[in-house]
Structures are given as structure tokens and as C-alpha cells.
């Protein structure tokens, strides 16, 4: 397994403790995320926020990045590290990846954790090589 730089292993042990406070009653599948932008100290922490309704659920890592958003406005994304309890560690949600889409750069990194520690690293272009964005059409 690759060495991770300290702010790496910080982002973990935050988007671990985050987890912690997932609602997850219904699929009893707890995740976790932090998110790193460029230009902040602070890593905004996420957690699967779900819903007796089902179809309400929101998922940790867009949790974190609406949070990031409305904390600050313009956000230039730098990477995520999701932690969940599975092996391998579960990647984002479709509806996630086009979220991060919006905000984040191809080359954004996207590293997948489980309960033993980071286990993988992708960027977002490969997760989600076509994205939808509307200027790439003439409407
Ligand atoms: N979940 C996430 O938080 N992130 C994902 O990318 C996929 C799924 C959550 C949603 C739901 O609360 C639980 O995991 C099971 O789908």
C-alpha cells in the first residue's frame, strides 16, 4: 500500500469520525467523506444523511460539497477521501460524481477508504469520463 502525506491521513481519520454520524437506519450502511479545497486549511466533513421516504437520502459526499458551497461560495476542489465499511471500498454514487462534475476539476482526486485505511485512489475523469455539462451542446 502507497504512503499517503499527513494531510492525506488527516482527511481519513476526519472522514471516519464523520461517518460516525451518519443517519443510516434504513440500509444500515454508514459512509463517510471529507472534502479538500485548494486555498483551505479546513476540510469540510460529510455523512449518507437518509430518509423514512427513501428516495430523500443524500449521500456523504454530496453532503460535503453542498456544505463546502454554501460555506463558501466559489470552491476549487482538491480531493475526497470516502470511508465506508465494505472491502473493497464502495466509489461514489452516479448522482455524485455528476455533483462533483460541477465543481470539480477532471483531475480531481478520489481516494476510497474502508475501516483499515485508504485502499485506492482515482481521479474523477476516470469515475465519470463524459460528463453532463450544458455548454457542451448549442441549445
Ligand atoms: N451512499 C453514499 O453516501 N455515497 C455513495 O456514493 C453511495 C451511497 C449512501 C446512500 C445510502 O444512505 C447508503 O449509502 C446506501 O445506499
Not at 437518509?50 to 470552491?75: D, H, M, P, W
Not at 485512489?121 to 455539462?133: A, R, T
Request: hydrophobic share 40%; proline share 7%; with cysteine.
Amino acid at each position: 500500500m502507497p504512503t499517503y502525506s499527513s494531510s492525506i491521513k488527516e482527511a481519513y481519520e476526519i472522514a471516519r469520525s464523520v461517518r460516525a454520524n451518519a443517519h443510516a437506519p434504513y440500509s444500515e450502511f454508514q459512509v463517510g467523506a471529507a472534502l479538500k479545497l485548494r486555498g483551505q486549511k479546513e476540510l469540510i466533513g460529510g455523512c449518507n444523511v437518509e430518509n423514512a421516504s427513501y428516495g430523500l437520502t443524500c449521500c456523504a459526499e454530496r453532503n460535503a460539497l453542498f456544505q463546502a458551497v454554501a460555506k463558501f461560495g466559489k470552491i476549487d476542489p482538491e480531493y475526497i477521501i470516502i470511508v465506508t465499511d465494505s472491502n473493497p471500498p464502495a466509489p461514489p454514487c452516479g448522482l455524485c460524481l455528476q455533483a462533483m462534475a460541477e465543481f470539480c476539476q477532471p483531475s480531481f482526486e478520489v481516494y476510497l477508504a474502508n475501516l483499515k485505511g485508504i485502499q485506492e485512489k482515482l481521479l474523477l475523469k476516470d469515475l465519470l469520463p463524459k460528463p453532463f455539462h450544458l455548454n457542451f451542446w448549442s441549445v
